[in-house]
C-alpha cells in the first residue's frame, strides 16, 4: 500500500527549468536538459521535484503568465518531453510536482483574449471587470503585485489584475472558471504528476469590490472545493501563501486533509526587511527574532498541520548571500543554514543551486530582466532615490539573484548551456560548481546528501517535538528534537567568530558535524553539529 503521507518524509528539490539545463544550446534551459540530470538528483537523494511552470506562455513573468494550461512551451520542449520526465523520474524514485498559477492568465490566453472583445463573450465573466476607465493607468502606479485596474478602450471597462497587466486575475467567484481549472489539474493528474505547487493561493478568493486582495471570505471554502475535486492521496500540495499566519496555515495544512498537504510561509524570510518598508529597503537580521518565528511555527504547527521548511526559491536572494557569508566563511555557512533547517519538522525544499551554496550575482542595472525588479527600478528612479541605493536594493533582493544559471562544472557558461546563457552566469562558477562538490566529503553538496539521507533514516526528524535552547544568545541557535524513543540536539553557531558552546550534548552521538568531528567547547566560525539519542 502506498504511504498517503510519504510527502512527510520526502525532500523536494525545485527546479526552474529556464535555468537549470539547456540541451540545445538556445540559452535556455529545458525538459530535456532537465531528464539529462535525473542522476545528479538521485545522487543527491530528493524524493520529488517542483518544476516552475512550463506551460505555454509569452514569458512575461517567466512562465507565471500562461497561455494555454494543458501544453507545453516550445521554449522547454513538448508534452511529449514532460510525459517522458514523468517516467523517467518515477524510474529513480522521483515525483515530478506542477507549478499551478490559478490566480491569473497570460493576456494570451484564448479565454481573456475573447473575454476583452466583447462583454457578451462567454469567457468574459472569467475575470473580474469594472465600467468606469481609471485615471491612475497612466504607467505610473506599480506594475507588479500591487494590485490596479486597465483599461481595455474597446469595451469600456477595466479588467482587474494582482501582478502585472499582462496576468489578468481570472474571477473565481464564477463555478465555471473553478471547474475548468479542476478539470485542468485531473487532466494532468492522470498523466501521471505526483503534486502541485499552488501558486499565490492566498489570492484566490479575493474580491477587490470588497477590499479584499487576499484572504478573502471564501477563500478556504474554495480551497476545499478544489481539494475534493482534484488533489486525492497520495498527491501532494503546497500552497504559496505570503499572507498565512499560523492560524491560517492550520486551516491550509489540516491533517484531515480537506485542503492542501501544507503551504510555504514567509513570516521568516521577512524579518530582515526595514519596519514599514517594502522588501527592497534592507534591514539585519534579528538572529533572536528568526529563532522565535521559527519555534512559533514548529511548535504551533506540531500534530495539527505541516511545515514546510525553505530558504530559497526563484523569488528570493540566495541564502549564503542572505543571512550567510559570502566570503572565507561561505561553505561553512551555507553548511550551518543547512543544518539548521533540515533538524526541523516539516518537508525540506531545495532550490538549484542551493546544494552548492551559489551566491546572489552581482548584475549592473542594466543588465537585470525580472519584471519586479524592473518595475522597481522604475519607479524608485521616478521617486529620486540613487542608482546606488537602487543597485543595493537589487542586488540584496532581486528575483534574478536566484535565477542565474545552475553552476555544474568549470567548463564555459557553467556547463549550463553552448550557447548564449538567457541570464548571465555568476563569475564563481569556476569555484562554486556540482563537479567539484560531488564526492568531496566536506562539501556543501555532501552536507546536503548526508542531511537527506539521515532524514530518511530516523523518525526523530519526521515526528519529534521541538525545544528551543538558549533563546537569549544571538550568537547560537539551538534546539532540540524527541520523541519518546530517539532525540536530536542541533547546535549551530550564527557567527564569523569562536563561541562558546554552551549547549551539553551528553549521552550523544554527532551524526554529522560541519568541521568533521570536532567536539570541542568552543564552536568554530558557522559550525553546525547535529547530534542523536536512541537505538
Ligand atoms: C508567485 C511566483 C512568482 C510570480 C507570482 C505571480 O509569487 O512565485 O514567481 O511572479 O506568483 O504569478
Ligand atoms: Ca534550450
Not at 467567484?173 to 487532466?187: F, G, S
Not at 568549470?410 to 553552448?418: H, K
Amino acid at each position: 500500500m502506498e504511504n498517503n503521507n510519504w510527502w512527510k518524509r520526502a525532500v523536494i528539490y525545485q527546479v526552474y527549468p529556464r535555468s537549470f539545463a539547456d540541451s540545445n544550446g538556445d540559452g535556455i534551459g529545458d525538459l530535456p536538459g532537465v531528464i539529462s540530470k535525473l542522476d545528479y538528483l538521485k545522487t543527491l537523494g530528493i524524493d520529488a521535484i517542483w518544476l516552475s511552470p512550463v506551460y505555454r506562455s509569452p514569458q512575461y513573468d517567466n512562465g507565471y503568465d500562461i497561455s494555454d494550461y494543458r501544453d507545453v512551451d516550445p521554449l522547454f520542449g513538448t508534452l511529449a518531453d514532460l510525459d517522458r520526465l514523468i517516467a523517467e523520474a518515477k524510474t529513480r524514485g522521483i515525483r515530478i510536482i506542477l507549478d499551478l498559477v490559478l490566480n491569473h492568465t497570460s493576456d494570451e490566453h484564448p479565454w481573456f483574449l475573447s473575454a476583452k472583445q466583447s462583454r457578451e463573450s462567454p469567457y468574459h465573466d472569467y475575470y473580474i471587470w469594472r465600467d468606469a476607465a481609471p485615471d491612475e493607468a497612466d504607467g505610473q502606479a506599480a506594475d507588479f503585485g500591487a494590485g490596479a485596474w486597465q483599461y481595455v478602450p474597446e469595451i469600456r471597462q477595466s479588467y482587474y489584475y494582482q501582478f502585472s497587466h499582462r496576468q489578468p486575475d481570472l474571477n473565481w467567484a464564477n463555478p465555471k472558471v473553478r471547474q475548468e481549472l479542476y478539470d485542468m489539474i485531473r487532466w494532468w493528474t492522470s498523466r501521471g504528476v505526483g503534486g502541485y505547487r499552488l501558486d499565490v493561493v492566498d489570492h484566490l478568493g479575493k474580491d477587490p469590490f470588497a477590499g479584499y486582495t487576499i484572504n478573502g471570505p471564501h477563500l478556504h471554502e474554495f480551497v476545499r472545493e478544489m481539494s475534493a475535486a482534484a488533489f486525492p492521496a497520495p498527491l501532494v500540495t503546497v500552497g504559496e501563501a505570503w499572507s498565512a499566519t499560523i492560524e491560517r496555515a492550520k486551516r491550509y495544512a489540516n491533517p484531515d486533509g480537506s485542503e492542501l498537504s501544507m503551504v510555504f510561509q514567509f513570516e521568516h524570510l521577512l524579518l530582515d526587511k526595514a519596519e514599514g518598508g517594502e522588501k527592497w529597503d534592507l534591514a539585519p537580521l534579528p538572529v533572536n527574532k528568526l529563532k522565535q518565528v521559527f519555534a512559533r511555527w514548529q511548535t504551533l504547527l506540531h500534530g495539527c498541520g505541516w511545515n514546510s521548511l525553505f530558504w530559497e526559491n526563484h523569488d528570493l536572494p540566495r541564502i549564503v548571500s542572505r543571512w550567510g557569508d559570502e566570503g572565507e566563511f561561505r561553505e561553512a555557512s551555507a553548511k550551518m543554514l543547512a543544518v539548521l533547517l533540515f533538524g526541523m519538522e516539516g518537508t525540506p525544499y531545495l532550490y538549484e543551486g542551493q546544494e552548492l551554496g551559489m551566491t546572489n550575482r552581482r548584475f549592473a542595472l542594466d543588465d537585470y530582466q525580472d519584471v519586479e525588479t524592473l518595475d522597481m527600478i522604475r519607479t524608485r528612479r521616478a521617486k529620486g532615490y540613487s542608482d546606488a541605493e537602487i543597485l543595493r536594493s537589487a542586488y540584496g533582493r532581486s528575483r534574478d539573484n536566484a535565477r542565474t544559471p545552475m553552476q555544474w562544472d568549470a567548463s564555459e557558461n557553467a556547463g549550463f548551456t553552448t550557447g548564449t546563457p538567457w541570464l548571465p552566469v555568476n563569475d564563481n562558477y569556476k569555484e562554486i560548481n556540482a563537479a567539484e562538490q560531488i564526492g568531496r566529503g566536506d562539501s556543501v553538496f555532501e552536507c546536503y546528501r548526508k542531511l537527506i539521507a539521515l532524514r530518511k533514516t530516523y523518525p526523530v526528524f519526521e515526528e519529534g517535538a521541538f525545544t528551543l535552547l538558549e533563546p537569549e544568545n544571538d550568537a547560537l541557535f539551538a534546539y532540540k528534537r524527541e520523541t519518546e524513543a530517539e532525540a536530536l540536539l542541533v547546535v549551530c553557531n550564527f557567527t564569523s567568530k569562536e563561541i562558546e558552546n554552551p549547549v551539553p550534548a551528553e549521552g550523544m552521538t554527532l551524526l554529522l558535524g560541519t568541521y568533521g568531528d570536532d567536539q570541542s567547547e568552543t564552536l568554530r566560525p558557522y559550525e553546525a553539529r547535529l547530534y542523536r539519542k536512541g537505538d
